[in-house]
């Protein structure tokens, strides 16, 4: 089974206005394996969310490669990178961005329809996810009927409704409360854990990320 995703010498860098480069990733190297748990902490500013959002395929690096399950992505284009992103990759951020004009469920339904997959199914599978997360009686609510952390719970599920291979987050329980941030990320390691995806966590809390399989920090533009 090839890695759903693999960095190879990753360089990235901006010029924001300034003659002067400013390089965020130097050369960074990352391999994850099926079902590997990962956090990547480093201070705010260091890159992870540019990490995040080229091993996403939302940017591209200057140079190195971004290989997924064995394919190298580097000589996509935008078409087999976007399907790429919507079937192969889900995304959660530390603010939900859940759809407030539908429910829980629609919100789930919907990147669904967006894949090919039937009103039928995808309303299973949304009802399936939500039951996962302890969310089944929250079904037909709409964001604003929901607590912070069952925004987040119902974010995650969505974010796993096409079956990716390969879930990035950033910061995904940085808006909670400590007891609830506990209790969402506990949910969130369940639901990985029971599909075999691998996951790539950015993280300030230390404590959650000692409860990854992994930690690697984001040092001067590089994984160590």
């Known amino acids: 089974m090839s890695d759903p995703l693999r960095l190879e010498a990753v360089e990235k860098g901006y010029h924001l206005g300034q003659p002067n480069e400013i390089r965020v990733l130097n050369g960074t190297d990352l391999t994850l394996a099926p079902g590997e748990v990962c956090a990547m902490v480093a201070p705010s500013g260091a890159g992870k969310s540019t990490l995040l959002h080229i091993a996403g395929l939302l940017d591209t690096p200057d140079a190195g490669r971004v290989v997924m399950d064995g394919r190298d992505m580097g000589g996509e284009g935008d078409r087999a990178r976007t399907r790429a992103r919507r079937q192969r990759i889900g995304f959660i951020y530390q603010f939900h961005h859940l759809l407030p004009e539908f429910t829980a469920a629609e919100n789930i339904v919907l990147?669904?329809?967006?894949?090919?997959?039937?009103?039928?199914?995808?309303?299973?599978?949304?009802?399936d996810l939500l039951a996962r997360v302890g969310l089944a009686h929250r079904m037909d609510h709409r964001p604003a009927e929901m607590s912070g952390g069952e925004q987040q719970r119902t974010a995650f599920c969505r974010a796993l409704a096409n079956g990716p291979g390969l879930l990035l987050a950033d910061e995904p329980?940085?808006?909670?409360?400590?007891?609830?941030?506990?209790?969402?990320?506990a949910a969130l390691m369940d639901l990985v854990r029971q599909t075999g995806m691998a996951a790539l966590i950015a993280t300030h809390n230390l404590d959650l990320a000692a409860r990854m399989d992994r930690v690697v920090r984001l040092e001067d533009g590089r994984l160590v």
């Open 173 to 185: 329980t940085g808006n909670l409360d400590p007891g609830t941030s506990d209790a969402v990320f």
């Open 111 to 127: 990147p669904q329809l967006a894949n090919g997959v039937s009103a039928k199914e995808a309303r299973g599978r949304a009802e």
